[in-house]
């Protein structure tokens, strides 16, 4: 029998830290677990975007506060619809009002089947970019910008290296009510698009390595 509940940050970090391949924390606002019975199988977790222009720019400024990312999901099994139940019932425990964002790696072929399955909204692909990566590391290039200054990053070629980002699919949800929700739709900065039914790659969030890194790199 599964069942969704909030659960504490140590729980939640203890999970991610041994089970995501990342190996990193990303803030969290709200960590919710899958549970079969008494046993935590999943977890997924909402917090901040890593950056101020991502909140802006999905309502503008007046709605920037009420922005979360879906920024960890990982299933211990993740047999059949356990993503899509374990997503569709933390965002009904999130406040109101409250607008989630999160992205499908298109470099992965990954068209975010997870968020059509709980209808979020789909608003296309982000901007392409470039960043700054530690060759061999999952840290994150802002806060890899933050600890290296960029005369040691261009002086270091093999060991740092500034590399195209791959373009995201970016899915929006409003947990509000009928009236809020409207109105936030009306304040989207971005077109509402058809979802991308490309090649069938089915979303995966097991611990392993392998799988985590198609969904989260």
């Known amino acids: 029998m599964l069942s969704v509940h909030q659960i504490k940050s140590e729980q939640t970090y203890e999970w991610l830290l041994k089970r995501h391949y990342a190996k990193r924390i990303p803030h969290i606002t709200y960590s919710f677990g899958l549970f079969d019975k008494a046993d935590l199988i999943g977890v997924v977790t909402y917090g901040s975007p890593p950056s101020p222009s991502l909140a802006k720019g999905l309502c503008g400024e007046k709605y920037k ?17 356990e993503a899509s139940f374990l997503v569709s019932h933390s965002l009904k425990l999130l406040p ?27 608003t296309g692909v982000s901007k392409k970019r470039s960043e700054w990566r530690l060759k061999g590391s999952s840290k994150h ?7 290296v200054p960029l005369k040691i990053r261009l ?22 009510s009928k009236k809020d929700k409207k109105q936030l ?27 985590q890194m198609n969904m989260f790199s």
Request: glycine share 0%; net charge positive; charged share 20%.
């Open 96 to 122: 109101k009002p409250s607008i989630v964002v999160s992205y499908a790696d298109t470099s992965m072929n990954h068209n975010g089947y997870v968020y059509q399955a709980t209808n979020f909204i789909y």
């Open 185 to 211: 739709i009306k304040s989207l900065n971005y077109p509402i698009e058809d979802y991308p039914k490309n090649k069938n790659i089915n979303y995966v969030a097991e611990h392993k390595p392998t799988t």
């Open 65 to 81: 506060c009420l922005v979360r990312e879906l920024n960890r999901l990982c299933l211990l099994y993740n047999r059949k619809n």
């Open 141 to 147: 290039s802002k806060t890899l910008c933050e600890q």
């Open 155 to 176: 002086s270091n070629p093999d060991k740092y290296e500034f590399v195209n980002r791959p373009q995201k699919h970016r899915y929006v949800y409003f947990v509000a």
